[in-house]
Structures are given as C-alpha cells and as structure tokens.
C-alpha cells in the first residue's frame, strides 16, 4: 500500500510556543491531504482538508487561526499548532489518498506543558 | 447527514474465540465501506474495504461484507489471536469514485484478546 510518513513522532513544547508537523506522501502525489486530531480512547475527530496550491477547508469549530495548514507541494503539508496550550495536547494524525481508500501516517504526540 | 456508528466496547475474548465488531451506517448515495485498525501509540492501518453492496472484504483472517439492505458492515474473524488486541474503526467514504474523500468515523471498539 501507499505510504505516508509524519515527524516528528513526538513533541513536547511549552505553553506559547508555535509547533509544526510534517505530513508526507513518500511514494505517490496527492492533491488532498486530511489532517485528524484523536483525544485518548476517542475516535478521529477531521480538522481540516489540505489542498495543494489553495486554502485549507476546516471543519466547523476548528480555529483556522490556530492550526494553520499548508500543503505547499504535492507530497507534503503542514499543520502548525500556533501558540499551543496544554488543551491542544493530542494526537495529531494525516492522512492521504494516491486511489480510493486514505493511508495514515504514523501519527504525532503532541503534548503542551 | 452521513453517521457510523460501531458496537461499544472493549471486547474481551479468549484467544481462538469468534470475533464479531457491529459497524451500521447512516448515508445518501452509495459510500464505500472501511475497518481500520490501530495498535497503541501507531496511526491507523486499512484492514479491509468494500466499494460496492454484496462486496466481502478481507484480509488477514478478516471479513466484513457490505449490506445495503442493513446499512450494515460487520466485522468478523474465525479465530482471534493476542496479537489481533487493537482499536478497530469502522469508516465510510463519502461519495463515490476513485478519489479520496472524507472519511467518516465510527467511535472505535477496543479488542483484547487474552492467552
């Protein structure tokens, strides 16, 4: 199947500070990438569609301001966790799609202190 | 709109016992069908699909058949192993074709299985 690769695996940071993660296709392009956020023993929770070369579409109740999405080429877009707080600590996961059927990545802990 | 909704858990089985996980779903058109398993601390790995009403997926010991006239798509395996112990999510694709879309999420049921 199609991989898709994160990094970091795990952050921690302090309250304030702005946090980037990379999500990346490695073997296939892909125009659409899906950014989920997963609190423990909880389903996946979509953020927000990443589109190549556009806007991101969020889903309602997500502050646009302060996950800002980026998908500047066809295998990589970035979710920036801006001024995080100790509420923003999550499991952060992406996906991707080169067919009909999404692939994960591997997912990133973050944890805001 | 558009719901999955999969048996609560966690299921606790015996290792070699049947495994059955509900998954019912809530949609227009005609969505594809997904389990997606994850183990602890990993993202999410397909297990099986199904595109189309009456299609069986399977893979490892697993099957799930799609059915329209249930909205139905139950996860099923023979003889379950230790190493089968993860949270299994039931998911839908909205809308057809070959592209990625949305996917929608069941809440996840926990399975361990004990020697």
């Known amino acids: 199947g199609a991989v898709v690769s994160q990094h970091p695996s795990r952050v921690i940071c302090k309250s304030g500070t702005s946090v980037k993660i990379e999500c990346r296709s490695l073997?296939?392009?892909?125009?659409?990438m899906f950014w989920y956020r997963q609190f423990p023993k909880k389903s996946l929770m979509l953020m927000a569609t990443?589109?190549?070369?556009?806007?991101?579409?969020?889903e309602q109740g997500v502050e646009k301001d302060k996950f800002l999405i980026n998908h500047a080429s066809l295998t990589l877009s970035t979710l920036t966790v801006t001024s995080a707080h100790p509420e923003d600590s999550s499991f952060y996961i992406c996906?991707?799609?080169?067919?009909?059927?999404?692939?994960f990545g591997p997912g990133t802990r973050l944890t805001v202190l | 709109g558009n719901s999955v909704t999969q048996m609560e858990g966690p299921v606790t089985l015996s290792e070699e016992a049947f495994l059955t996980i509900n998954c019912t779903y809530t949609?227009?058109?005609?969505?594809?069908l997904f389990w997606y398993v994850q183990y602890p601390g990993e993202g999410l790995q397909l297990l099986l699909k199904?595109?189309?009403?009456?299609d069986k997926g399977s893979n490892k010991g697993f099957e799930a058949t799609y059915r329209k006239e249930t909205t139905s798509f139950h996860l099923e395996k023979g003889s379950v192993q230790v190493s089968d112990s993860a949270v299994y999510f039931c998911?839908?694709?909205?809308?057809?074709?070959?592209?990625?879309?949305?996917?929608?999420f069941g809440q996840g049921t926990e399975l361990s299985v004990k020697p």
């Open positions: 996906s991707a799609s080169p067919t009909d059927t999404q692939y």
């Open positions: 990443s589109n190549e070369g556009s806007k991101a579409t969020y």
């Open positions: 073997d296939f392009q892909a125009t659409t």
């Open positions: 998911a839908l694709k909205e809308g057809g074709g070959n592209q990625g879309g949305k996917l929608i």
């Open positions: 949609a227009t058109g005609y969505p594809s």
């Open positions: 199904a595109t189309k009403a009456d």
